[in-house]
């Protein structure tokens, strides 16, 4: 019973907040000068989505979001796979010592290469462009870690019988390690889409021109909070939580189990 009670106490504390998001996506002006506060709206106001849906910086801003985040998640998707395939099954010199060296850069806070990743990204002439948005984030030596575990914890067996009769490594790959591994790679390409989708600082650092900003960064500049048209302001926050949202809910069965597995390896 305790445990229930407790379950309850915390689910309303993480989920009221996403409640009154929304109940404020369907204020009226009026609503957020009511005294006292209101939590619903008096008369909801759907034309507060309509404007934010509609706004031609949000859909600009949103398209970026969507393909720095979609290439970002395929690159380091296959990165990981590729190094952690090659870690797990090749033989080659300097191994150890450089999966060493990538699993300790978890370990460096990616705060403290601000300046220096900026400098570098300068001089390639890379700033408001995509590559130079996602090119920190295309490798993840969590991640890394993660399908490494995975796929050393598999049978050689089937590897083994693949290469006596001939097959090559990507066919290996393919249709062998990917498959028998598909839980930890489809999460780690959710998780790359949604960490990448919601970076906000290092977007701001590389992108000064309105055409190349990303939503995180748009929204503060659509003017709402200056016209005071606050639950248009809300409503585009709706609008960008609740796909993530049904993200998370419909592969979250995956996502818990492929991080199970990788504890249990």
Known sequence: MLKKTFAAILAI????????????????????NSTPARFF?????LGNY??????????RYSINSIITALLS???RTAIVILSSYAFSFLNFRGRKTLLF?????????QDG??????????????????????????FSATQLMMLLTAMKSLSRDEYD?????????ITILTHIIIPLTKGVVITIFIQSFISVFNAYLWPLLVTNTERMRTLQIGIGLMGYEESGRLGALFATLVAVLVPFIALVLFSRKLIIRALADSLSY
């Open 13 to 32: 504390i993480v989920i009221f907040p996403l409640i009154y998001v929304i109940s404020l996506s369907l204020f009226s002006p009026r609503d957020f």
């Open 101 to 109: 060296f990538l699993l300790l850069s978890a370990f460096i806070p």
């Open 50 to 59: 309509v404007r934010a849906l509609s706004n031609a910086r949000f859909i």
């Open 113 to 138: 290469l601000l300046y220096e990743n900026y400098v570098s990204v300068s001089r390639m002439h890379l700033l408001n462009t995509y590559l130079g948005i996602i090119i920190t984030s295309l």
């Open 73 to 75: 998640a395929v690159i």
């Open 161 to 169: 019988a693949a290469r006596v009769d001939g097959a090559r490594d």
């Open 41 to 45: 709206p008096s008369s909801p106001e």
